[in-house]
């Protein structure tokens, strides 16, 4: 219904005598939600809070569908934080996102927490969510039904990270894979090198009397950054929406590498919540983590308003860059360009690969490892591409167009 050889948008229905839904979220430039699933659909699961999985959510429930969402508690925050910061936002964007704050709360009163690693029953179903190494919270399927063993990786990340442990993949007798192939075509850099990488040019950055300034997604890439950058030693500001996302991740700490250290981290960073704040802020050295990690909203506008034409400053892209997004034109043509502004900024800019999703050498070795009868290639834009690969290695692959079916 989604995510068909295009990333974003995710969505996926699987008819096993009864219907279920994996994923309902928007394509975060256009905020193009998937096709609707039918009426009778007996529930659906989220893998993780990222509104290109959950973001449509709230449109079901606004059409009347009464099925439950499973989704693991932090996700259950998260997204709860995350879909009334979207709604917000298109509003004042002009746009119709199709749903209420009450089909937000419709859409919360019918999920159901789960925790990880323990199977439970759903209809003639037998569903597990297992870590998916993504962001917090994040999950993988795995469905039992009609005597098949299936399995949806959600966004998955096979790489250790200083928030995250890598994904489970012990899977064993899997008949289908549905996956995401976001990254088939690359590899990414060693995480520990990068991070010091990141470390060395935030402290030259400020301890030549610079700022830092660090987009990052409220959702996984704010935490990471936090541990990443904090070991350096040089101020840390947080501002935006990673606040919240980080008090809600330490509260729950369901799926990270050390909680304790993110909560000492996060505890150092100092916060901004007020203009007044953000003024202030930009008057010392010191890093800034804030959001939009695509540069698109939030608190990063003023930033790059004040310190654009500052050589002695910095700005570092942190993960994937949306095309027709500020983000992306701005690595494509050097220009930040928004309703707002429009410059070329004369501060150091730069593009780092910090990842969240599976590099494509873990995939095939994923792949390879899990063997299964039949594979179903999605939220990737070279999916198809990847599919010829993968059946010239003697494997049943195929990257479905949105709208296809494909019998099991």
Same mark, same amino acid.
């Given at each position: 219904m989604?995510?068909?050889?295009?990333?974003?948008?995710?969505?996926?229905l699987?008819?096993?005598?009864?219907?279920?839904?994996?994923?309902y979220?928007?394509?975060?430039?256009?905020?193009?939600?998937?096709i609707?699933?039918?009426?009778?659909?007996?529930?659906?699961?989220?893998s993780?809070?990222?509104?290109?999985h959950?973001?449509?959510l709230?449109?079901l429930y606004?059409?009347?569908?009464?099925?439950?969402?499973?989704?693991?508690?932090?996700?259950?925050?998260?997204?709860?934080?995350?879909?009334?910061?979207?709604?917000?936002?298109?509003?004042?964007?002009?746009?119709?996102?199709?749903?209420?704050?009450e089909?937000i709360?419709?859409?919360?009163?019918?999920?159901?927490?789960?925790?990880?690693?323990?199977?439970?029953?759903v209809?003639?179903?037998?569903a597990?969510?297992?870590?998916?190494?993504?962001?917090?919270?994040?999950?993988?399927?795995?469905?039992e039904?009609?005597?098949?063993?299936?399995?949806?990786?959600?966004?998955?990340?096979?790489?250790?990270?200083?928030?995250?442990?890598? $994904?489970?993949?012990?899977f064993e007798?899997?008949?289908?894979?549905?996956?995401?192939c976001?990254y088939?075509?690359?590899?990414?850099?060693?995480?520990?090198?990068?991070?010091?990488?990141?470390?060395k040019r935030?402290?030259a950055?400020?301890?030549?009397?610079?700022?830092?300034?660090?987009?990052?997604?409220?959702?996984?890439?704010?935490?990471?950054?936090?541990?990443?950058?904090?070991?350096?030693?040089?101020?840390?500001?947080?501002?935006?929406?990673g606040?919240?996302?980080?008090?809600?991740?330490?509260?729950?700490?369901?799926?990270?590498?050390?909680?304790k250290?993110?909560s000492?981290?996060?505890?150092?960073?100092?916060?901004?919540r007020?203009?007044?704040?953000?003024?202030?802020?930009?008057?010392k050295p $010191?890093?800034?983590?804030?959001?939009?990690?695509?540069?698109?909203?939030?608190?990063?506008?003023f930033?790059?308003d004040?310190?654009?034409?500052?050589?002695d400053?910095?700005l570092?892209?942190?993960?994937?860059?949306?095309?027709?997004?500020?983000g992306?034109?701005?690595?494509?043509?050097?220009?930040?360009?928004?309703?707002?502004?429009?410059?070329?900024?004369?501060m150091?800019?730069?593009f780092?690969?910090?990842?969240?999703?599976?590099?494509?050498?873990?995939?095939?070795?994923?792949?390879?490892?899990?063997?299964p009868?039949?594979?179903?290639?999605?939220?990737?834009?070279?999916?198809?591409?990847? $599919?010829?690969?993968?059946?010239?290695?003697?494997?049943?692959? $195929?990257?479905?167009?949105?709208?296809?079916?494909?019998?099991?």
């Amino acid at each position: 219904m989604g995510s068909g050889r295009e990333v974003g948008r995710s969505a996926i229905l699987v008819d096993a005598g009864e219907r279920y839904v994996f994923d309902y979220g928007v394509n975060v430039q256009t905020m193009e939600i998937p096709i609707a699933p039918p009426p009778d659909t007996r529930c659906v699961f989220l893998s993780h809070a990222h509104l290109d999985h959950s973001g449509a959510l709230p449109t079901l429930y606004a059409c009347g569908y009464e099925c439950r969402t499973y989704m693991t508690q932090t996700t259950q925050r998260l997204s709860e934080m995350l879909l009334n910061d979207s709604l917000k936002v298109q509003r004042l964007r002009g746009g119709d996102p199709g749903f209420s704050a009450e089909d937000i709360v419709k859409t919360l009163q019918h999920s159901q927490a789960v925790p990880f690693d323990r199977p439970f029953n759903v209809g003639h179903a037998v569903a597990t969510f297992h870590d998916a190494g993504h962001v917090p919270g994040s999950a993988s399927v795995l469905l039992e039904a009609c005597g098949k063993r299936m399995l949806y990786t959600g966004d998955i990340n096979f790489m250790d990270t200083a928030l995250m442990r890598s $994904a489970y993949k012990d899977f064993e007798d899997i008949d289908v894979l549905i996956t995401e192939c976001t990254y088939s075509y690359k590899n990414h850099p060693d995480r520990s090198k990068l991070a010091e990488e990141l470390r060395k040019r935030v402290k030259a950055t400020v301890d030549g009397g610079g700022i830092a300034l660090l987009p990052a997604f409220a959702v996984g890439r704010a935490q990471e950054t936090l541990l990443s950058v904090t070991p350096s030693g040089v101020p840390v500001l947080m501002d935006g929406m990673g606040i919240d996302a980080t008090r809600i991740v330490i509260h729950l700490a369901e799926n990270l590498a050390s909680a304790k250290r993110l909560s000492n981290d996060f505890e150092k960073a100092k916060k901004i919540r007020r203009q007044s704040q953000r003024s202030s802020a930009v008057e010392k050295p $010191a890093a800034i983590i804030t959001t939009s990690g695509m540069l698109q909203g939030g608190p990063v506008g003023f930033y790059i308003d004040r310190l654009h034409a500052r050589r002695d400053c910095s700005l570092t892209l942190l993960g994937y860059q949306v095309e027709g997004l500020p983000g992306r034109t701005l690595m494509d043509t050097g220009r930040y360009v928004t309703d707002a502004i429009d410059v070329k900024p004369e501060m150091d800019v730069r593009f780092m690969d910090f990842s969240s999703h599976a590099s494509r050498d873990d995939l095939l070795y994923f792949i390879r490892k899990l063997s299964p009868q039949k594979i179903l290639l999605f939220h990737g834009e070279r999916a198809t591409e990847f $599919a010829a690969e993968l059946k010239g290695m003697g494997f049943d692959a $195929a990257a479905p167009a949105n709208g296809d079916s494909v019998p099991i």
